[in-house]
């Protein structure tokens, strides 16, 4: 008996999910365990398997396309079995969007008429090959994107998991590659423009298809996509045409890479090309052979790529500086604000007018962490920072003080059991808070690599959304710009925050008598409605017991 198998929930907050790739199409013969297809979740690019076994009948949500939790993926059943009614029985409009592979050519005649084009968002009613891209929410907090940099253009070809754009979102500049094969017809949005989550950013299909009218049919809700006026759209093929010589330049190197073609998920080559990886080195140990997740995770070799890159990329950087207008002159000039900097605005301002906040400052002595440090690095391939050892530190005080590790929410207040720390990051274009998931199970030596680690992959916008999910308490560190003491505003959902200033030598009193040391100040910023006075107050103070003493954290 045909059986329907529904969107997955591939995570604890997955609302949607993206076809991003299907290994199956419809007739192939399915058996459990079989890989189906790879789904994007709001947080990473995963495969799905299958728990049944099978013919595949019917395809419900395409590739490229968004479908909530629980739609119909696909039916599963015996070979040239009746599966309409079940769909029927499922919801109704799951029926208009059948796989292409499965419809009569007499019933793909039918969908070429004009009037009923309006009616179709979905592939259903595109012409054959042809691919909507829409703009992609790659935060859980992103509404909008704004389109920095277009790596493509119309007329170009396109391959399976080739960059088509950096996409600024509210937290980074991410790179968006293309899930489909093609020529790209049609750019819904130009650089520098923004447009909400779903708006069409891209119409792929093959090279000389009329996609006229398709970017007005398929809006969303009101979407304000950027529209081609008629006349773009009438000289789109001249400007192909025009194009030709690159465009055959791509197809000699798209033939290249067709035919020593190497299987891999879209997330095992993003993953390969972040960590500097050739993927003809790795060897796959997913379905056939194909490369995945963790054969790239699993890869011994020294990813030494990303970090040159960033050496070469440094001096380009250094080379922009100010023109300033002669004596005398008054000049302005109007910068418009990145989806970061309108995050950040918007946030804080949140934060700061919601939360009755409130900050208590103390000082510590740092000689005993100075020498603590020192010891500690002198060990092989060891290196922590004071700044590792501040957070090490506020790990193991929120163990035992949990109402610093709060959320506050109107009718409750939510205790994490859990404590991942957030660290306050400065990127070119503002402030980013990558996340060290459970960080009271860290040595300071792992706490130390990761915060390299995720402090990188920020200043080079290559944070994934769920690299920065999850914070249950903040540290922010301007002590290496020799800032002795700020309050920060809080990081919400947090309850507080640590401001971490510099080291500075000054004489202090110890033991009676006026001797040269080393102090830090911190000062934390707490929301009053979780957590009072007195329970910062104590936080501090262990915190403090902590530092003083860097012996007691390793009990």
């Not at 595109?126 to 790596?151: I, Q």
């Not at 909400?196 to 950013?201: A, E, G, N, R, T």
């Not at 963790?294 to 500086?321: R, T, V, W």
């Not at 002669?326 to 910068?335: D, H, I, L, N």
Request: net charge negative; charged share 30%.
């Amino acid at each position: 008996m045909a059986k329907i198998i529904t969107m997955p929930r591939l995570s604890d907050t997955m609302t949607e999910g993206t076809v991003a790739t299907w290994l199956k199409k419809v007739g192939d013969k399915i058996t459990e365990g079989d890989i189906l297809a790879e789904i994007e979740t709001d947080k990473a690019t995963m495969e799905f398997e299958s728990f049944d076994a099978g013919t595949l009948l019917y395809i419900g949500v395409q590739e490229g396309e968004t479908a909530a939790v629980d739609s119909v993926l696909a039916v599963i059943g015996k070979e040239g079995e009746d599966y309409k009614a079940l769909l029927e029985g499922k919801g109704g409009d799951t029926e208009k969007e059948e796989s292409k592979e499965e419809q009569p050519k007499a019933e793909e005649k039918k969908e070429e008429p004009k009037e009923e084009k309006p009616a179709a968002k979905k592939s259903g009613g595109l012409p054959a090959g042809v691919k909507v891209v829409t703009m992609p929410r790659l935060s859980d907090t992103m509404t909008e994107g704004t389109v920095a940099t277009w790596l493509k253009k119309v007329g170009d070809k396109v391959n399976e998991g080739d960059i088509l754009a950096e996409i600024e979102t509210d937290k980074a500049t991410m790179e968006f590659e293309s899930f489909n094969a093609g020529t790209l017809l049609y750019i819904g949005i130009e650089e520098g423009q923004s447009a909400p989550v779903d708006s069409v950013l891209a119409i792929i299909g093959p090279e000389g298809t009329d996609v006229s009218g398709i970017a007005e049919n398929y809006y969303k809700d009101g979407g304000e996509a950027a529209e081609s006026s008629e006349d773009e759209k009438e000289t789109a093929p001249a400007e192909t045409k025009a194009e030709q010589p690159k465009a055959e330049e791509s197809k000699e190197s798209s033939d290249v890479a067709d035919n020593g073609r190497i299987f891999a998920s879209p997330l095992a080559r993003k993953l390969a090309k972040e960590k500097g990886i050739d993927l003809n080195k790795v060897k796959g140990t997913g379905e056939n052979g194909r490369i995945v997740r963790k054969d790239i995770e699993g890869y011994k070799e020294e990813a030494a790529q990303p970090a040159a890159a960033l050496q070469q990329a440094a001096p380009a950087k250094a080379a922009a500086a100010p023109v300033y207008t002669p004596a005398g002159e008054v000049s302005t000039e109007e910068v418009k604000n990145n989806q970061m900097r309108k995050t950040i605005a918007r946030r804080l301002a949140e934060s700061k007018f919601t939360a009755p906040e409130y900050s208590l400052t103390v000082e510590l002595d740092m000689d005993a962490a100075i020498a603590s440090r020192g010891v500690i690095n002198s060990l092989p391939d060891t290196k922590v920072s004071f700044n590792d050892m501040v957070i090490k530190a506020c790990a193991m005080a929120l163990r035992k003080h949990p109402q610093i590790n709060t959320v506050w929410k109107d009718d409750v207040t939510v205790y994490n059991k859990h404590i991942s720390i957030g660290v306050a990051v400065a990127v070119e274009d503002g402030l980013v808070v990558p996340v060290l998931k459970f960080t009271d199970m860290m040595s300071l030596s792992q706490i130390g690599a990761n915060v390299k680690d995720l402090a990188s992959k920020a200043r080079n916008k290559k944070l994934a959304p769920a690299d920065m999910e999850g914070s249950t308490f903040t540290v922010s560190n301007l002590g290496m710009f020799g800032i002795q003491e700020f309050t920060s505003i809080i990081n919400q959902p947090n309850s507080a925050i640590l401001s971490v200033g510099a080291i500075i030598e000054k004489p202090v009193v110890k033991n009676g008598q006026i001797v040269v040391g080393n102090t830090m100040t911190v000062t934390l910023t707490c929301d009053h409605r979780t957590i009072d006075g007195a329970t910062g107050a104590q936080f501090l103070q262990t915190l403090k017991q902590y530092i003083e003493n860097p012996v007691t954290m390793l009990a």
